[in-house]
């Protein structure tokens, strides 16, 4: 079976953020849980929007909402270890694009995980996706386009 493979841009890494593994992020093998990894991706997010000005959920009933999820683990995470999340946007459309995450121990500069995040703009309202908002589009002038 093909492996995933992720590689991403250094240009487009937009902010950084540290987490910290808790007691209650191991799972049975002594290790950071997928599910867990998957709960500080989101929060890495979380911090990520909120630093640029961008609400999930806007007053209008307009939003981001997550389309996918990709992440490839390079080196197991254990309790109380401060976790770097590194956290960038890339291959925008006209709907959405890309949140792509770094995940270094900065203690032992070891890789731990690489993670990508698919996103589109949707019409909470409507229950529809809609275009990307043009103030989203000027936070973040580098990021390629794809057709």
Known sequence: MARLQLYFPEDQYYFTTQLTVRVTDINGANHLGNDSMISMISEARARFLY???????????????????????????????????????????????????RITRPADQTLVAMAKSGF????????????????????FARVNFLD
């Open 120 to 139: 589109v703009f949707f019409d909470y309202r409507a229950g529809r996706v809609v275009e990307m908002p043009e103030d989203f589009k000027a936070k």
């Open 51 to 101: 630093d640029f000005g961008i609400r999930e959920t806007a007053a209008g009933g307009s939003g981001i909402i997550v389309t996918d999820l990709a992440t490839t683990y390079k080196a197991e995470a254990h309790a109380r270890d401060q976790l770097l999340f590194e956290v960038g946007v890339m291959d925008f459309n006209k709907y959405g694009g890309d949140i792509t995450f």
